[in-house]
Nanobody, 121 residues
Framework: QVQLVESGGGLVQAGGSLRLSCAASGSSTRAKGMAWYRQVPGQERELVAGISSDGTTKYADAVKGRFAISRDNFPIRLYLQMHTLVPEDTATYYC???????????????WGQGIQVTVSS
């Protein structure tokens, strides 16, 4: 099992920055793939960015050039540095993990409880 706990969300003005963190506990082999997803009420949860244990990354087009995902492997910590935030980035952000990087981008096995990010205009 892997337990994921997000922190760092909150309210920020448009154009501002915010950094999300995710603390993972449990087996490191079960979290070789990690990712951030986000969800707006009434919409499907969408991938924001993913990262493998060796640093391979993938970003959604909407956040390329503005967001940066990173991780520490021992202990396992996942981060999302967000710059130039816009109101459309307002959502609940979820930390996710899977033993396989390719699958965390499609169907994560483990989820955090989510944390709210609100960008005011």
């Amino acid at each position: 099992q892997v337990q994921l706990v997000e922190s760092g969300g909150g309210l920020v003005q448009a154009g501002g920055s915010l950094r999300l963190s995710c603390a993972a506990s449990g087996s490191s082999t079960r979290a070789k793939g990690m990712a951030w997803y986000r969800q707006v009420p009434g919409q499907e949860r969408e991938l924001v960015a993913g990262i493998s244990s060796d640093g391979t990354t993938k970003y959604a087009d909407a956040v390329k050039g503005r967001f940066a995902i990173s991780r520490d492997n021992f202990p396992i910590r996942l981060y999302l540095q967000m710059h130039t935030l816009v109101p459309e980035d307002t959502a609940t952000y979820y930390c996710a993990a899977h033993p396989l990087y390719e699958l965390v981008l499609l169907s994560p096995r483990y989820w955090g409880q989510g944390i709210q990010v609100t960008v005011s205009s």
